[in-house]
């Protein structure tokens, strides 16, 4: 007998897909956080595939802190016109200089993300935000199911998850409550390389390694530009470097790498045994549950 079986990559993709088509069957009004990185890249190239031949049927939505790489922009506004599809900016500046947010002294807008995120929410009455967040990224993000309920104040509850048995999804919510929806939970960062690969999907070129200025802060190095000046004291490297994950320029560090093709980093990603949020992102350095503490407020 024929035996009609997915390989690896195919079975996600198909449960992604299934994911994306029972959000927009079940939900009123849904939304993709796209921010330019790879994860966002998959997801809105699932979404496509989801749909097509027509285009996709929801907005995507970008929290923009101000604090971004230029490339990922510039890139983000390629793909969003490649795409055709609606793109709301969820300006944290714009925020900032209205007083609706106050910005913290270390820097970070991570925190201050959350309140303009569900203010757009709400400006635009969304139920259901897709993000990229997969489980093996962070020790937070594994406790999270599928479908992520959150109340009517978009806080998180670890302790109040619904039960998805045999991929069974509850999207019921009262006014004012939404979800979150993770189409790649299941998938690792090896999983998404695989995927880019198999697809040629394009990036943003800081993904690949190239020779690039950098300095060394707190065992981790971060690329000089106009939102990481050098200090006094400190030496400018020329390092060949790459980055894994994409946050706010400040923020996030590159690795040493020499993984300028697919193929190469799909080899170095095989070989790694830390996570990219744990390599490179320094706002998850402030405590051991910052991810959690972020995600209880409304995070995504």
């Given amino acids: 007998m024929t035996k009609y079986l997915l390989g690896h990559l195919k079975e996600l993709e198909a449960e992604a897909i299934h994911i994306f088509r029972e959000v927009a069957a079940e939900m009123r009004h849904p939304c993709l956080l796209f921010s330019g990185g790879k ?51 969820a300006s944290v500046p714009d925020a900032i200089s209205e007083g609706f947010v106050r910005e913290e002294p ?39 199911r599928v479908f992520s309920f959150r109340d009517d104040f978009g806080q998180w509850d670890p302790k109040n998850q619904r039960p998805e048995l045999w991929r069974l999804y509850n999207g019921r919510v009262h006014p004012g409550e939404s979800i979150r929806v993770f189409p790649l939970s299941n998938w690792t960062e090896l999983d998404t390389w695989s995927y880019i690969a198999r697809e040629e999907l394009p990036l943003p070129s800081l993904y690949y390694a190239a ?47 020499e993984a300028d093709t697919n193929d190469r980093i799909l080899a170095e990603i095989a070989a790694t045994r830390l996570t990219e949020r744990g390599a490179t992102r320094g706002d998850d350095r402030v405590s051991e549950a910052a991810m959690e503490d972020r995600k209880k407020e409304g995070y995504f």
């Avoid at 259901?128 to 093996?136: H, I, P, S, V």
């Avoid at 690329?223 to 004291?233: I, K």
């Fill in 39 to 89: 994860d966002s890249v998959v997801m809105s190239e699932l979404a496509r595939k989801a749909f097509q031949p027509s285009r996709i049927p929801f907005p995507f939505m970008h929290v923009d802190t101000g604090l971004n790489f230029p490339e990922v922009i510039d890139f983000r506004d390629r793909w969003i016109a490649r795409l055709e599809v609606q793109l709301i900016v």
């Fill in 106 to 144: 270390n820097g970070s807008r991570n925190r201050i993300q959350t309140p303009v995120l569900l203010r757009a929410a709400e400006e635009h009455g969304i139920d259901a935000l897709f993000g990229g967040a997969r489980r093996d990224e962070e020790k937070a993000r594994a406790k999270e």
């Fill in 211 to 257: 020779e690039r200025d950098v300095v060394e802060r707190d065992s981790m190095l971060y690329a000089v530009n106009d939102f990481v000046p050098v200090r006094d004291g400190e030496q400018v490297l020329r390092k060949s470097v790459r980055y894994r994950t994409m946050g706010d320029a400040n923020l996030t560090a590159a690795v040493r790498s």
